[in-house]
């Protein structure tokens, strides 16, 4: 066995070496779709990042309790905010709806998903995926489609 790959060694290397143009080309090929792999990869960890940056609290969800699940990422415009988050428990979402009835003294409608409640000009909208436990928090502004 260990002369099959002594021998399967020194038929690449005798290769390599008639075939240098060859070898180099799909080196190059390699290296350039390993590259574009890493830059695809890094360009959307960023995507997600800058999503991450952005603060719950500001703008339009001012005054609006922060979900303290780790955040998939956060969508703030002038007249709405999204927050995504994922591996959460029924039982953690309930308790921030409690957390927001009471904080902001309003009341969620209904008792399946999505839920909502107004909260002065805004609505605050809560959509939960059971089966895949993924859970957003909404809030948009009463005039935003206006």
């Not at 360009?43 to 990042?49: A, H, K, P, Q, T």
């Not at 994922?86 to 039982?91: E, G, L």
């Given at each position: 066995m260990k002369e099959k790959i002594i021998d399967l060694f020194k038929k690449a290397v005798t290769f390599a070496k008639d075939q240098k143009i060859l070898v180099i080309c799909i080196a190059a090929a390699l290296a350039v779709i390993i590259t574009?792999?890493?830059?695809?990869?890094?360009?959307?960890?960023?995507?997600?990042?800058?999503?991450s940056e952005k603060e719950w609290g500001i703008g339009i969800t001012e005054n609006i309790p922060e979900f303290e699940g780790?955040?998939?990422?956060?969508?703030?415009?002038?007249?709405?905010?999204?927050?995504?988050?994922?591996?959460?428990?029924?039982?953690?979402?309930?308790a921030y709806i409690s957390r927001i009835e009471t904080e902001c003294g309003v009341k969620f409608e209904g008792d399946k998903y999505p839920r909502s409640a107004v909260y002065g000009d805004k609505i605050i909208a809560i959509h939960y995926n059971v089966t895949e436990m993924k859970f957003s928090v909404t809030v948009v502004t009463e005039t935003a489609n206006t």
């Open positions: 574009g792999a890493v830059l695809i990869a890094v360009s959307g960890e960023d995507s997600v990042n800058n999503d780790e955040c998939d990422g956060i969508l703030l415009e002038e007249n709405f905010g999204t927050a995504y988050y994922s591996n959460v428990k029924s039982d953690e979402i309930e």
